[in-house]
């Protein structure tokens, strides 16, 4: 819950409880035989009135940020996950989940919509196996400020994809969060550096420590209103 205790977001164009496309992402691993094929993600849009009937994919979830919030270094949260805590507190709002597809696609269709389902794109397959990342989006402030949003994001560390797409958010982030390199090459901007805003376990094991943090920040406002002008142009 945040310190502002329950609030409702800002919904703007969007249609609460809408569930929205899935889209596809291309990796730049290049493909072995020269083509503009490339393996590729597909992200997917879940609430958690329709995470609940997909066996096991909660448990995953909980259990991979569990083990984050358990290493002490990345998330500010120091208490034990559970199953349930992580429902209330993860899918709160919107969550993504990104699949690794089976097999490649030609480049060119690189952002576009699909119609693959999360469980099509599973295809049977473990969710330890097939799912490379997942982040929330929900909003930091209430009411006149509940469009400025933040957000956690997981990137599976084995996997074959090099490049990963993600959502704005504004945030917090320790210096030990290698995430912090993925924000500043999607375009985010450090607004501002918080002393000794974490106490976070040390990297040696031994004790704890308390570090900085970076406020960062991204608007897609500027962005939405350049191509509306370049699609007017065109």
């Known amino acids: 819950m945040s310190a502002y205790g329950t609030f409702t977001r800002s919904t703007g164009d969007y249609q609460l409880g809408a569930i929205l496309p899935s889209t596809i992402w291309c990796t730049n691993v290049s493909s072995s035989n020269n083509t503009p094929d490339r393996p590729y993600i597909t992200i997917h849009h879940v609430t958690l009135t329709n995470a609940l009937p997909a066996p096991g994919l909660i448990s995953h979830l909980a259990s991979v940020f569990g083990a984050v919030v358990e290493e002490g270094r990345t998330y500010p949260q120091e208490d034990v996950i559970t199953v349930d805590s992580f429902e209330k ?34 295809n049977g397959r473990e969710w330890e196996t097939c799912v490379v990342g997942f982040y929330y989006v929900k909003p930091n402030y209430p009411g006149r400020s509940s469009h400025v949003s933040h957000s956690f994001a997981y990137v599976v560390q084995k996997s074959s994809l090099t490049d990963v797409h993600g959502l704005p958010v504004f945030g917090v982030l320790y210096p030990s969060h290698t995430l912090h390199l993925l924000w500043e090459r999607l375009g985010f901007t450090k607004a501002g550096r918080i002393p000794q805003a974490g106490r976070l376990k040390r990297l040696d094991g031994k004790g704890e420590e308390y570090v900085d943090a970076w406020v960062i920040y991204k608007s897609f406002v500027e962005e939405d209103d350049a191509k509306a002008q370049d699609q007017q142009v065109n």
């Open 89 to 122: 507190y993860f899918f709160a709002e919107d969550v993504f989940i990104a699949v690794q597809a089976m097999g490649t696609i030609n480049s060119e269709k690189d952002a576009s919509v699909t119609s693959l389902t999360l469980d099509e794109a599973r």
